[in-house]
């Protein structure tokens, strides 16, 4: 288990969805890096939210459709 997060590094706080390792995480985060793209938004990957205080407050999304939904909102 682990969590994607997005980030807007000029926000406080960040989404988050729990996912797991693979390729389908690999996948997500090349596609969501083509949609918003390498500046403003960081996206990275992360054991457990409590070990990365930096990311709080964390949104959590409750599937993975939304978390694709809210980030693409995210370079609104």
Not at 4 to 15: N, P
Not at 38 to 44: A, C, E, F, R, W
Not at 56 to 72: C, G, N, Q, R, W
């Amino acid at each position: 288990m682990c969590y994607l997060v997005a980030k807007d590094t000029q926000k406080r706080g960040c989404l988050a969805l729990k996912t797991q390792h693979g390729s389908h995480l690999v996948d997500l985060k090349e596609e969501l890096e083509n949609v918003v793209g390498y500046n403003g938004i960081q996206l990275v990957t992360i054991s457990r939210p409590t070990a990365y205080g930096e990311y709080a407050p964390y949104t959590f999304a409750d599937d993975e459709e939304e978390f694709i939904s809210l980030v693409k909102a995210m370079r609104q």
